[in-house]
Protein backbone atom coordinates (compact mmCIF):
# COMPACT_ATOMS: atom_id res chain seq x y z
CA UNK A 1 0.00 0.00 0.00
CA UNK A 2 1.75 3.57 -1.14
CA UNK A 3 2.23 5.95 1.68
CA UNK A 4 2.81 8.91 -0.12
CA UNK A 5 2.11 9.89 -3.76
CA UNK A 6 4.16 13.04 -5.23
CA UNK A 7 2.72 14.80 -8.10
CA UNK A 8 4.35 16.63 -10.19
CA UNK A 9 3.72 18.98 -13.25
CA UNK A 10 4.83 16.26 -15.75
CA UNK A 11 2.39 13.88 -13.71
CA UNK A 12 -0.48 16.04 -14.60
CA UNK A 13 0.22 16.37 -18.39
CA UNK A 14 0.75 12.70 -18.66
CA UNK A 15 -3.18 12.46 -17.25
CA UNK A 16 -4.26 14.89 -19.70
CA UNK A 17 -3.08 12.86 -22.51
CA UNK A 18 -4.42 9.54 -21.40
CA UNK A 19 -7.67 11.54 -20.20
CA UNK A 20 -7.61 12.20 -24.52
CA UNK A 21 -7.95 16.30 -23.10
CA UNK A 22 -4.99 16.97 -25.36
CA UNK A 23 -7.24 18.70 -28.11
CA UNK A 24 -9.73 20.30 -25.96
CA UNK A 25 -7.02 21.83 -24.04
CA UNK A 26 -5.02 22.85 -27.12
CA UNK A 27 -8.38 24.52 -28.49
CA UNK A 28 -8.74 26.70 -25.37
CA UNK A 29 -5.19 27.93 -25.65
CA UNK A 30 -5.35 28.82 -29.21
CA UNK A 31 -8.92 30.70 -28.37
CA UNK A 32 -6.80 32.46 -25.63
CA UNK A 33 -4.58 33.66 -27.89
CA UNK A 34 -6.43 35.04 -30.47
CA UNK A 35 -8.30 36.62 -27.99
CA UNK A 36 -5.43 38.68 -26.69
CA UNK A 37 -3.95 39.18 -29.75
CA UNK A 38 -7.20 40.74 -30.79
CA UNK A 39 -7.69 43.01 -28.18
CA UNK A 40 -4.21 43.94 -28.24
CA UNK A 41 -4.53 45.07 -31.75
CA UNK A 42 -7.92 46.88 -31.40
CA UNK A 43 -6.38 48.63 -28.19
CA UNK A 44 -8.76 47.17 -25.96
CA UNK A 45 -7.67 47.40 -21.98
CA UNK A 46 -9.22 46.60 -18.60
CA UNK A 47 -8.73 48.83 -15.96
CA UNK A 48 -8.48 48.10 -12.10
CA UNK A 49 -12.69 49.05 -11.37
CA UNK A 50 -13.35 46.30 -13.75
CA UNK A 51 -11.55 43.80 -12.84
CA UNK A 52 -12.27 44.17 -8.91
CA UNK A 53 -15.62 44.22 -10.57
CA UNK A 54 -15.44 40.91 -12.33
CA UNK A 55 -13.22 39.33 -9.63
CA UNK A 56 -16.21 39.76 -7.02
CA UNK A 57 -18.53 38.56 -9.38
CA UNK A 58 -16.68 35.60 -10.16
CA UNK A 59 -16.35 34.93 -6.27
CA UNK A 60 -20.07 35.32 -5.64
CA UNK A 61 -20.67 32.63 -8.61
CA UNK A 62 -18.12 30.54 -7.15
CA UNK A 63 -19.77 30.65 -3.39
CA UNK A 64 -16.58 32.40 -2.31
CA UNK A 65 -17.94 34.37 0.72
CA UNK A 66 -14.67 35.40 2.23
CA UNK A 67 -11.09 35.36 2.35
CA UNK A 68 -10.72 32.02 3.95
CA UNK A 69 -13.40 30.50 0.81
CA UNK A 70 -11.23 31.57 -1.87
CA UNK A 71 -8.24 30.79 -0.58
CA UNK A 72 -9.10 27.54 -0.18
CA UNK A 73 -10.47 27.47 -3.46
CA UNK A 74 -7.43 28.70 -5.01
CA UNK A 75 -5.36 25.67 -3.17
CA UNK A 76 -7.72 23.10 -4.36
CA UNK A 77 -7.59 24.02 -8.14
CA UNK A 78 -3.96 24.61 -7.78
CA UNK A 79 -3.89 28.39 -8.36
CA UNK A 80 -2.27 31.55 -7.65
CA UNK A 81 -3.62 34.75 -6.50
CA UNK A 82 -2.12 35.71 -10.20
CA UNK A 83 -3.76 32.95 -11.70
CA UNK A 84 -7.62 34.01 -10.48
CA UNK A 85 -6.26 37.64 -12.12
CA UNK A 86 -5.33 36.39 -15.23
CA UNK A 87 -8.78 34.36 -15.15
CA UNK A 88 -11.13 37.59 -14.73
CA UNK A 89 -8.58 39.30 -16.57
CA UNK A 90 -9.19 37.18 -19.62
CA UNK A 91 -13.31 36.76 -18.85
CA UNK A 92 -13.38 40.80 -18.98
CA UNK A 93 -11.30 40.63 -22.29
CA UNK A 94 -13.42 37.93 -23.90
CA UNK A 95 -16.98 40.28 -22.90
CA UNK A 96 -15.10 43.43 -24.34
CA UNK A 97 -13.98 42.16 -27.62
CA UNK A 98 -17.07 40.63 -28.44
CA UNK A 99 -18.82 43.54 -27.79
CA UNK A 100 -16.51 45.47 -29.82
CA UNK A 101 -16.98 42.84 -32.54
CA UNK A 102 -20.48 41.85 -32.74
CA UNK A 103 -22.80 44.42 -30.89
CA UNK A 104 -24.02 45.89 -34.56
CA UNK A 105 -23.84 42.11 -35.91
CA UNK A 106 -26.09 40.62 -33.28
CA UNK A 107 -29.82 42.40 -34.54
CA UNK A 108 -29.48 41.43 -37.84
CA UNK A 109 -27.88 37.59 -37.44
CA UNK A 110 -30.75 37.40 -35.17
CA UNK A 111 -33.33 38.26 -38.26
CA UNK A 112 -31.30 36.06 -40.69
CA UNK A 113 -31.40 33.05 -38.42
CA UNK A 114 -34.70 33.31 -36.41
CA UNK A 115 -35.86 30.14 -37.10
CA UNK A 116 -32.70 28.49 -35.22
CA UNK A 117 -34.23 29.95 -32.13
CA UNK A 118 -37.63 28.66 -32.35
CA UNK A 119 -38.21 26.92 -29.06
CA UNK A 120 -40.32 23.93 -29.07
CA UNK A 121 -41.70 22.11 -25.96
CA UNK A 122 -41.65 18.46 -26.33
CA UNK A 123 -42.57 15.16 -24.42
CA UNK A 124 -41.17 11.80 -26.00
CA UNK A 125 -42.19 8.38 -25.30
CA UNK A 126 -38.74 5.62 -26.97
CA UNK A 127 -39.79 2.53 -28.07
CA UNK A 128 -38.20 -0.79 -29.51
CA UNK A 129 -41.27 -1.87 -31.66
CA UNK A 130 -42.58 -0.14 -34.67
CA UNK A 131 -45.72 -1.95 -34.78
CA UNK A 132 -46.41 -0.92 -30.78
CA UNK A 133 -45.73 2.25 -31.62
CA UNK A 134 -48.24 3.13 -34.34
CA UNK A 135 -50.62 1.10 -32.13
CA UNK A 136 -50.24 3.29 -29.72
CA UNK A 137 -50.51 6.21 -31.70
CA UNK A 138 -53.86 5.24 -33.44
CA UNK A 139 -55.02 4.67 -29.89
CA UNK A 140 -54.60 7.60 -28.75
CA UNK A 141 -55.66 9.32 -31.83
CA UNK A 142 -58.73 7.32 -31.13
CA UNK A 143 -59.54 8.46 -27.70
CA UNK A 144 -58.81 5.09 -26.22
CA UNK A 145 -55.62 6.15 -24.30
CA UNK A 146 -54.09 9.91 -23.90
CA UNK A 147 -50.28 10.83 -24.12
CA UNK A 148 -49.85 10.74 -20.49
CA UNK A 149 -51.14 7.39 -20.03
CA UNK A 150 -49.08 5.77 -22.56
CA UNK A 151 -45.93 7.74 -21.37
CA UNK A 152 -46.80 6.59 -17.61
CA UNK A 153 -46.74 2.64 -18.84
CA UNK A 154 -44.08 2.56 -21.43
CA UNK A 155 -41.46 4.74 -20.46
CA UNK A 156 -38.99 2.52 -17.98
CA UNK A 157 -36.77 5.12 -16.96
CA UNK A 158 -38.43 6.23 -13.66
CA UNK A 159 -37.28 9.92 -13.54
CA UNK A 160 -38.48 10.36 -17.27
CA UNK A 161 -41.45 8.74 -16.25
CA UNK A 162 -42.36 11.01 -13.71
CA UNK A 163 -42.26 13.69 -16.13
CA UNK A 164 -43.77 11.75 -19.25
CA UNK A 165 -40.64 12.22 -21.00
CA UNK A 166 -40.76 15.79 -21.08
CA UNK A 167 -37.52 16.91 -23.20
CA UNK A 168 -37.62 20.81 -22.07
CA UNK A 169 -37.49 23.90 -24.31
CA UNK A 170 -35.40 22.69 -27.01
CA UNK A 171 -34.23 24.16 -30.45
CA UNK A 172 -33.98 23.17 -34.02
CA UNK A 173 -29.77 22.06 -33.06
CA UNK A 174 -30.77 19.83 -30.47
CA UNK A 175 -32.70 17.13 -32.01
CA UNK A 176 -32.11 14.68 -35.11
CA UNK A 177 -32.74 15.70 -38.47
CA UNK A 178 -35.61 13.28 -38.97
CA UNK A 179 -36.66 14.33 -35.53
CA UNK A 180 -36.08 18.23 -35.96
CA UNK A 181 -37.97 18.34 -40.06
CA UNK A 182 -41.57 16.47 -38.34
CA UNK A 183 -41.19 18.54 -34.81
CA UNK A 184 -40.97 22.08 -36.32
CA UNK A 185 -43.76 21.58 -38.83
CA UNK A 186 -45.74 20.61 -35.85
CA UNK A 187 -49.22 22.57 -35.20
CA UNK A 188 -48.99 22.16 -31.05
CA UNK A 189 -50.84 20.64 -29.47
CA UNK A 190 -50.08 17.57 -31.62
CA UNK A 191 -49.15 14.11 -31.32
CA UNK A 192 -46.76 12.87 -33.79
CA UNK A 193 -46.49 9.87 -36.17
CA UNK A 194 -44.14 7.14 -35.10
CA UNK A 195 -40.25 8.61 -35.94
CA UNK A 196 -37.96 5.55 -36.35
CA UNK A 197 -34.26 6.65 -35.57
CA UNK A 198 -31.03 4.80 -34.83
CA UNK A 199 -32.14 5.04 -31.14
CA UNK A 200 -35.42 3.29 -31.44
CA UNK A 201 -39.08 4.78 -32.10
CA UNK A 202 -40.05 7.89 -31.28
CA UNK A 203 -43.53 8.52 -30.41
CA UNK A 204 -43.60 12.71 -29.37
CA UNK A 205 -45.89 14.62 -28.58
CA UNK A 206 -45.61 18.67 -29.51
CA UNK A 207 -46.92 20.86 -27.21
CA UNK A 208 -46.06 24.42 -27.36
CA UNK A 209 -43.81 26.37 -29.68
CA UNK A 210 -41.98 29.24 -28.71
CA UNK A 211 -41.34 31.97 -31.07
CA UNK A 212 -37.73 33.85 -29.60
CA UNK A 213 -37.33 37.25 -28.33
CA UNK A 214 -34.30 39.27 -28.91
CA UNK A 215 -34.02 39.74 -24.78
CA UNK A 216 -30.76 40.16 -22.97
CA UNK A 217 -30.19 36.57 -22.70
CA UNK A 218 -30.66 35.54 -26.77
CA UNK A 219 -28.27 38.41 -27.07
CA UNK A 220 -25.88 37.26 -25.11
CA UNK A 221 -25.99 33.51 -26.99
CA UNK A 222 -25.85 35.30 -30.16
CA UNK A 223 -22.69 37.15 -29.29
CA UNK A 224 -21.44 33.64 -28.13
CA UNK A 225 -22.50 32.18 -30.94
CA UNK A 226 -21.23 34.83 -33.59
CA UNK A 227 -17.52 34.62 -31.07
CA UNK A 228 -16.99 30.75 -31.52
CA UNK A 229 -17.23 31.24 -35.38
CA UNK A 230 -14.52 33.64 -34.90
CA UNK A 231 -12.25 32.15 -33.19
CA UNK A 232 -12.31 28.96 -35.14
CA UNK A 233 -12.26 31.14 -38.56
CA UNK A 234 -9.27 32.80 -36.79
CA UNK A 235 -7.52 29.25 -35.91
CA UNK A 236 -7.97 27.99 -39.50
CA UNK A 237 -5.53 31.24 -40.67
CA UNK A 238 -2.76 30.47 -38.36
CA UNK A 239 -0.33 27.66 -37.79
CA UNK A 240 -0.06 25.64 -34.69
CA UNK A 241 3.23 23.99 -33.15
CA UNK A 242 2.77 21.73 -30.52
CA UNK A 243 5.51 21.14 -28.24
CA UNK A 244 4.73 18.71 -25.48
CA UNK A 245 7.08 16.27 -23.91
CA UNK A 246 9.95 17.61 -26.28
CA UNK A 247 8.07 16.66 -29.69
CA UNK A 248 7.06 18.82 -32.14
CA UNK A 249 4.46 19.25 -34.37
CA UNK A 250 2.83 21.59 -36.55
CA UNK A 251 -0.51 21.41 -36.76
Known sequence: ?????TITPEDILQQIK???????????IINRKVIMAAAEELGIQVDTEELQKAADQTRLASKLHSSDDTWAWL?????????????????????????????DKV???????????????????????????????????????NYFEV????????????????????????????????????????????????????????KEMIQPQLDHQLRYQIMSDLFSIYLKEQAAKIEIVKKINGNSGVV
Open 1 to 5: MLQSI
Open 18 to 28: LSCQIPTIIEQ
Open 75 to 103: EKHGLSLDDFEEIVYNGVLFVKLSQKLFT
Open 107 to 145: EPFFYEHQLEYVGVVMYEVLLDDEDLALELYYAIQEGEM
Open 151 to 206: AQKYIQDIELQRTFGYKGILKRKDLKPEISAAVFSAKPPQLLKPIVTSKGVSLIFV
